[in-house]
């Protein structure tokens, strides 16, 4: 079934009667050519891409719980290409024009909204900081202006110019930046994979990874043990329990960062802005509430939930940067599990056993990572060769030095 | 969350810096080579449950703490000072 406005007008003629499920529900064959660990966001994009780039049409997507019910669920929905690093920007660059083509791509509507990211700076360094990732953006070929202390209060007079602790000295914004909802990205990939004959296979836990002579040769799951020539592991939050089973150990930490949704309030802020002293990040979503987050908890969690210091810590963050928020009051707040590498950057690689592969370490960056992630791990597995714009996310880059410290804060798991 | 300090007795998460995984205690040696330095530096068991981390009383008594807990559930069973242990200073 293909969605467009017309067939919502006349299914809304004949009291919606005539939707059908969006995929299929099938049980597990007992072999396939390639198997994706885990239905998330990144999962069911490599699935789409393996089936649309490459041809190849015997694949499953194994999935624990429900489809998209991990951090493709849990995340703030922000898109951008704001990367510095070479590795890092031209990856990033190309996941923001997949977006920008996704909901065609995908007759599916993912909410993507093109409303600018705005960072701001508080010292003449952080300024100069700014001038230079901006002057790489535009050098890779995204967009990126560095904005003054005037254009900044054009645009947001509400925010607090006024105080001397964290004076606003600019910022810089890229337009093509946004958010997207998040749980529709992972509905339209899973239906766009299963329209490409891709069985998708929910509450089907891999428990054990099958290895012969050094060659992955199946899983087994819940739901029996199911055959493979290729497996690829996408399970970002549980990446080194996965991973283990494979006997592999994994440079990633696990770590909870909270984030936080205010009740319904009328538009009032329109794009998304980021405090540069605080890692304090705000935006609206459509449906009016206000979508904020702050820094990790700092400490290994598999919790999904985090610690009030760090939620006062982001509050204080809100209040200095905008008080006029101080008013709204906090429907939910929650936490998801982030793979936190040592340098802050993801792994898309070979795995040392034949056949397998790994799409982890997203750290705080996956969700908008989705699609070029995707993109990159179906080439991987499909030709065994790194797609060129992904080709640095090495798994042995810390061994060998070529690590990717986007912050420069160094090689600790929870400092990125 | 409150650690139970045994010098300073349970206090506030926000007194202590975490550092990571008590494998920073198994220091190779340093000619070792970059196999059991990543393993070291980089390379973590990560578990989902029981685990030993290090975390630095830095708002108390400045001693360095090894600390049993529970990721999943943030439960606290102990925590022992990291001086005396074996990689910790003597």
Same mark, same amino acid.
């Given at each position: 079934?293909?969605?467009?406005?017309?067939?919502?007008?006349?299914?809304?003629?004949?009291?919606?009667?005539?939707?059908?499920?969006?995929?299929?529900?099938?049980?597990?064959?007992?072999?396939?050519?390639?198997?994706?660990?885990?239905?998330?966001?990144?999962?069911?994009?490599?699935?789409?891409?393996?089936?649309?780039?490459?041809?190849?049409?015997?694949?499953?997507?194994?999935?624990?719980?429900?489809?998209?019910?991990?951090?493709?669920?849990?995340?703030?929905?922000?898109?951008?290409?704001?990367?510095?690093?070479?590795?890092?920007?031209?990856?990033?660059?190309?996941?923001?024009?997949?977006?920008?083509?996704?909901?065609?791509?995908?007759?599916?509507?993912?909410?993507?909204?093109?409303?600018?990211?705005?960072?701001?700076?508080?010292?003449?360094?952080?300024?100069?900081?700014?001038?230079?990732?901006?002057?790489?953006?535009?050098?890779?070929?995204?967009?990126?202006?560095?904005?003054?202390?005037?254009?900044?209060?054009?645009?947001?007079?509400?925010?607090?110019?006024?105080?001397?602790?964290?004076?606003?000295?600019?910022?810089?914004?890229?337009?093509?930046?946004?958010?997207?909802?998040?749980?529709?990205?992972?509905?339209?990939?899973?239906?766009?994979?299963?329209?490409?004959?891709?069985?998708?296979?929910?509450?089907?836990?891999?428990?054990?990874?099958?290895?012969?002579?050094?060659?992955?040769?199946?899983?087994?799951?819940?739901?029996?043990?199911?055959?493979?020539?290729?497996?690829?592991?996408?399970?970002?939050?549980?990446?080194?329990?996965?991973?283990?089973?494979?006997?592999?150990?994994?440079?990633?930490?696990?770590?909870?960062?909270?984030?936080?949704?205010?009740?319904?309030?009328?538009?009032?802020?329109?794009?998304?802005?980021?405090?540069?002293?605080?890692?304090?990040?705000?935006?609206?979503?459509?449906?009016?509430?206000?979508?904020?987050?702050?820094?990790?908890?700092?400490?290994?969690?598999?919790?999904?939930?985090?610690?009030?210091?760090?939620?006062?810590?982001?509050?204080?963050?809100?209040?200095?940067?905008?008080?006029?928020?101080?008013?709204?009051?906090?429907?939910?707040?929650?936490?998801?599990?982030?793979?936190?590498?040592?340098?802050?950057?993801?792994?898309?690689?070979?795995?040392?056993?034949?056949?397998?592969?790994?799409?982890?370490?997203?750290?705080?960056?996956?969700?908008?990572?989705?699609?070029?992630?995707?993109?990159?791990?179906?080439?991987?597995?499909?030709?065994?060769?790194?797609?060129?714009?992904?080709?640095?996310?090495r798994l042995d880059r810390f061994r060998t030095g070529h690590v990717?410290?986007?912050?420069g804060t160094g090689s600790q798991h929870n400092l990125h | 969350m409150?650690?139970?300090?045994?010098?300073?007795?349970?206090?506030?998460?926000?007194?202590?810096?975490?550092?990571?995984? #008590? +494998?920073? !205690?198994?220091?190779? $040696?340093?000619? &070792? %080579?970059?196999?059991?330095? #990543? +393993?070291? !530096?980089?390379?973590? $068991?990560?578990? &989902? %449950?029981?685990?030993?981390?290090?975390?630095?009383?830095?708002?108390?008594?400045?001693?360095?703490?090894?600390?049993?807990?529970?990721?999943?559930?943030?439960?606290?069973?102990?925590?022992?000072?990291?001086?005396?242990?074996?990689?910790?200073?003597?």
């Open positions: 079934m293909r969605y467009s406005g017309f067939k919502v007008f006349t299914e809304g003629l004949f009291g919606n009667s005539g939707w059908k499920p969006a995929w299929r529900d099938p049980a597990p064959k007992a072999e396939y050519d390639i198997l994706i660990i885990g239905g998330g966001g990144h999962g069911l994009a490599t699935a789409y891409y393996l089936a649309k780039n490459h041809g190849l049409r015997n694949i499953a997507v194994l999935e624990k719980g429900y489809l998209g019910g991990g951090n493709v669920g849990r995340n703030t929905t922000i898109v951008r290409a704001n990367y510095f690093l070479p590795g890092n920007s031209e990856f990033y660059s190309h996941s923001l024009k997949l977006w920008e083509k996704l909901e065609g791509e995908l007759n599916y509507n993912v909410m993507h909204s093109q409303r600018g990211q705005l960072i701001l700076a508080h010292s003449d360094g952080q300024r100069d900081a700014l001038a230079r990732r901006g002057n790489a953006i535009v050098n890779q070929g995204d967009d990126a202006e560095l904005w003054s202390l005037d254009q900044v209060r054009d645009f947001a007079p509400y925010l607090d110019f006024e105080q001397t602790r964290f004076p606003i000295y600019g910022g810089l914004m890229q337009r093509r930046a946004g958010t997207a909802r998040h749980d529709a990205v992972a509905w339209g990939y899973a239906r766009g994979a299963d329209r490409l004959g891709v069985d998708l296979i929910q509450n089907c836990e891999v428990t054990g990874i099958d290895i012969e002579n050094g060659r992955v040769t199946g899983v087994q799951t819940t739901r029996g043990a199911i055959k493979a020539r290729k497996v690829g592991m996408v399970v970002a939050g549980r990446s080194s329990q996965v991973a283990a089973m494979a006997g592999m150990r994994l440079p990633i930490e696990s770590h909870v960062l909270q984030a936080f949704v205010t009740e319904g309030l009328k538009p009032v802020i329109d794009s998304v802005i980021s405090f540069g002293m605080g890692h304090f990040y705000i935006s609206q979503s459509d449906k009016g509430g206000l979508v904020f987050g702050g820094d990790l908890d700092f400490y290994a969690s598999y919790a999904a939930r985090g610690n009030l210091p760090m939620l006062e810590h982001v509050m204080e963050a809100a209040m200095t940067l905008m008080p006029m928020i101080g008013r709204a009051k906090i429907l939910r707040g929650w936490g998801g599990i982030m793979d936190m590498t040592p340098d802050g950057s993801p792994i898309i690689d070979k795995a040392p056993v034949e056949g397998l592969f790994v799409d982890a370490g997203w750290n705080y960056g996956g969700f908008k990572a989705t699609p070029a992630s995707g993109w990159c791990m179906a080439h991987l597995m499909a030709t065994g060769e790194p797609h060129e714009v992904a080709r640095r996310f990717l410290d986007e912050e | 409150r650690i139970p300090c045994p010098l300073c007795g349970p206090r506030d998460r926000r007194e202590f810096t975490y550092y990571g995984s #008590d +494998d920073y !205690l198994n220091r190779p $040696a340093p000619d &070792a %080579g970059a196999g059991p330095w #990543d +393993d070291h !530096l980089h390379l973590r $068991a990560n578990p &989902a %449950g029981e685990t030993h981390d290090l975390w630095y009383h830095e708002a108390g008594c400045a001693q360095w703490l090894r600390v049993h807990r529970n990721t999943v559930s943030h439960e606290i069973y102990g925590a022992a000072l990291v001086a005396g242990l074996k990689g910790g200073a003597q």
